[in-house]
């Protein structure tokens, strides 16, 4: 293209009307607009000086500075400002998702009411669409509104049919209203959908041990052990269902990765070292009590279980028993149970005190009466006619105090 | 922009008479460097080998960067007909309302505005909305006009109405369809609703969008084989337009079509400036000295503007959220008055002396 260079053009200057023409007064509000916006410009830069300390944002995008507002959570302040959003009529799509980013946050700042009627308001606004329905059953779960949760449940996973996860959750919380065989239903659903589903499997495993069907739980409980092999719950419940099997060496290998990944797990603690005792492996379950109390020295059932194994051995060394009342006394003064009495008994007469053995042995059979628990009763009865007669009770294995 | 009436007299071709050149006019005031940039983002992610520049093409709208980009192009834009307005030769003498009168008005209207948002503050909002695509159609069909006049292409009083009714078809399209915006805002939503109401508007918008798209080529080869044929940007203009509001779903589409129409209108406006000011400047400034002074005023005003002004209002008790989006809502509809008056082409006014230089003198390209 050729290229050319166009001269100075003196129409430019056609376009001048007489500036008289003008009220004076226009020159007067030109002035005043012109001070006041830069007045304002000016207020602006140094509010935001003063109170972010920097220069204004570039940014300006109401969710850019929410943004910011939820690192330095100042939630209340979003909140203000995506409520502030809303009353300027956004469009649906926009009003779709401020109505769920302002129940979450209301979610998080603990006003479930507020945030329930704001996914419900953005389900009104969407009906197919069913994040707001997650969200809203979240949140009615974390109330234990577990009623209300089914029926949007039975929504969402018409809506997504094939989402395994979804599917699984809806087992769940069918699971929490005590629809044991819906949620069975559900699980299996689930885990037909995606068999690596760890949820579908542990679910269904869950559901049948609890059901006393161990050796149907068992296959699941592999699954979900072997699919989430860093979840000591997962190991835990099929330690358990290998107990209830029979297979005891099986049982405390689950139960020893279980505690391996989750120290913490003081009921597997005690099922460990009742299995342990059961195994001929006193010592090493008498340790495992002792771990789990070194971590909640007040913990009633650890204070327990260890006072009955040290009270109750065969072969007791010198100064078990006077452990062994010790921590039996404390169980009784943190619980008071019939077990914790019955234990003291076992101590006391362990330490050659029978008189106190019988009184604390007739309080547990007065307790496991009152609560109806006639085996109970029946055992302890049982050891206080030995202590009536002088003998101490004597036991190979650790009280089932807890469980996994 | 108002069309200008079709005097000149030299042929350009089909590709007409450019303000800088084919490439740089095509790309960037017909905006057709749009196509393949919204081509890659929608479609270019799924395609082998390109996925990369596809998504680097959708960064620009990621938070970290659409700051910048907003303030660049968009911010820029913006306050560049407020500059303009202050800038271009004899307007203040010639439009003492629009440079005196009515900023005043406008931060009295946006102050209030702020001060009752429950109840007006929407209304803003949504005006400016509305009023967005009919800008932006605006624009195109006042540029699409002023390359023909520039090319030579005397199109007809009827031709420019048919030419205007294309590049409104989109406007329309969105008008009576888009949620929040045009009808929607205006009917209640009763009568929105109606079964009537709804397979109407079902059924014209896909007649819109044929429209919007198709009528411009079949005027384009209406006028093929003429002596002085109408440019092919004049077409691409307008379809470019047309693909911007209709192509896209609507939250992108005022994304993208504020990104793409700020760099046309700068584009424009920067040539403009600098050819009404080598003239005035005497050569004291070069031309990319012009145009850089230009733009760095506009970012100033921009991040004045979009930036500062929002806190004031903060400041003063509102929330920040409200602040920013009457800001914006102010700003925009400024924008849209004021380029109704800087971009009129009148035998008095000083646009007609930079489109008349050029398609007087310059040689066809």
């Not at chain 2, 003239?279 to 004291?284: F, K, Q, T, V």
């Not at chain 2, 109704?340 to 000083?350: E, S």
Request: with cysteine.
């Amino acid at each position: 293209m050729p290229r050319w260079r166009r001269p100075p053009d003196p129409r430019h200057r056609l376009n001048t009307s007489d500036p008289r023409s003008a009220p004076r007064w226009y020159a007067v509000l030109g002035a005043v607009g012109a001070a006041l916006f830069v007045g304002a410009v000016a207020l602006g830069f140094l509010y935001s000086l003063r109170a972010t300390g920097r220069p204004p944002s570039l940014s300006i995008d109401p969710r850019e500075l929410a943004r910011g507002m939820v690192q330095q959570g100042d939630l209340e302040q979003v909140l203000a400002e995506q409520d502030a959003e809303l009353r300027l009529d956004p469009g649906p799509r926009q009003r779709f998702e401020l109505y769920i980013r302002s129940g979450r946050l209301l979610s998080r700042l603990g006003r479930s009411d507020e945030a329930t009627s704001r996914f419900r308001r953005a389900i009104a606004e969407d009906p197919a669409r069913v994040e707001p329905r997650i969200f809203l059953v979240a949140e009615l779960a974390a109330q234990g509104h577990y009623e209300e949760v089914i029926p949007e449940y039975r929504e969402i996973v018409a809506r997504a049919p094939g989402d395994a996860v979804l599917q699984a959750n809806f087992a769940y919380a069918l699971e929490r209203i005590g629809d044991t065989q819906g949620a069975m239903d559900a699980y299996m659903r689930a885990g037909a959908m995606d068999p690596n589903l760890p949820q579908a499997s542990f679910g269904l495993g869950r559901l049948l041990l609890s059901a006393g069907r161990p050796a149907e739980a068992l296959a699941p409980l592999e699954r979900a052990a072997a699919l989430q092999p860093e979840l000591a719950g997962s190991h835990a419940l099929l330690g358990r269902a290998l107990r209830e099997l029979g297979q005891n060496d099986r049982a405390i290998a689950s139960y020893q990765r279980a505690l391996a990944l989750e120290p913490r797990l003081n009921g597997v603690r005690v099922a460990l070292s009742h299995l342990l005792a059961e195994s001929g492996r006193p010592a090493e379950a008498e340790q495992e009590l002792r771990d789990a109390l070194a971590r909640r020295p007040s913990d009633p059932v650890l204070l327990n279980n260890l006072a009955w194994m040290l009270a109750t051995d065969p072969q007791p060394a010198a100064g078990d028993a006077e452990e062994a009342v010790a921590l039996a006394e404390r169980a009784v003064q943190l619980a008071g149970d019939a077990e914790d009495y019955d234990t003291l008994a076992a101590a006391l007469a362990a330490s050659g005190r029978f008189e106190d053995a019988h009184r604390a042995a007739l309080r547990a059979l007065n307790q496991a009466r009152e609560r109806g628990d006639l085996k109970g009763a029946e055992g302890i009865a049982a050891r206080l006619r030995g202590y009536a007669e002088g003998r101490r009770h004597v036991e190979r294995s650790a009280r089932a105090g807890g469980g996994a | 922009m108002q069309p200008a009436p079709s005097t000149a007299t030299h042929s350009a071709g089909f590709t007409g008479r450019m303000f800088v050149g084919p490439v740089f006019d095509y790309l960037w005031i017909g905006a057709g460097a749009s196509l393949p940039v919204l081509a890659l983002v929608l479609f270019g992610s799924s395609l082998p080998g390109i996925g990369p520049l596809a998504n680097g093409m959708a960064s620009l709208a990621d938070p970290a960067l659409l700051p910048f980009v907003v303030l660049l192009f968009s911010s820029t834009h913006f306050a560049a007909s407020t500059v303009r307005l202050y800038t271009k030769p004899g307007a203040v003498a010639s439009l003492p309302f629009v440079t005196l009168v009515l900023p005043v008005v406008f931060l009295a209207l946006l102050s209030f505005c702020v001060l009752v948002s429950d109840t007006l503050g929407r209304h803003l909002q949504a005006l400016y909305l509305t009023w967005s695509p009919y800008h932006y159609a605006a624009q195109a069909y006042g540029l699409a006009v002023m390359y023909c006049y520039r090319s030579g292409c005397a199109i007809d009083g009827k031709s420019k109405k048919l030419l205007r009714v294309l590049a409104l078809a989109p406007f329309v399209s969105v008008f009576l369809t888009m949620p929040g915006v045009g009808l929607s805002w205006l009917l209640p939503e009763r009568a929105r609703a109606a079964a009537p109401v709804q397979s109407a508007l079902a059924g014209i918008a896909p007649v819109l969008a044929l429209i919007s798209l198709v009528g411009p080529l079949a005027l384009f080869a209406a006028y093929a084989r003429r002596a002085a044929p109408m440019p092919a940007i004049a077409p691409l203009l307008l379809a470019v337009n047309a693909v911007w509001w209709l192509a896209l779903p609507p939250l992108q589409a005022f994304v993208w079509a504020t990104f793409f129409h700020g760099i046309q209108y700068l584009a424009i406006v920067v040539i403009f400036h600098v050819r009404e000011h080598e003239g005035l400047a005497g050569g004291r400034r070069g031309a990319l000295a012009q145009a850089g002074l230009f733009y760095a005023g506009c970012l100033a005003l921009g991040y004045a503007l979009f930036n500062c002004l929002p806190q004031a209002y903060v400041f003063a008790g509102a929330s920040t959220t409200e602040s920013l989006l009457l800001v914006i809502a102010a700003v925009n509809i400024h924008h849209f008055v004021v380029d109704g008056f800087i971009w009129k082409l009148g035998r008095r006014d000083a646009n007609r002396a930079v489109v008349d230089a050029d398609a007087a003198l310059a040689p066809a390209a």
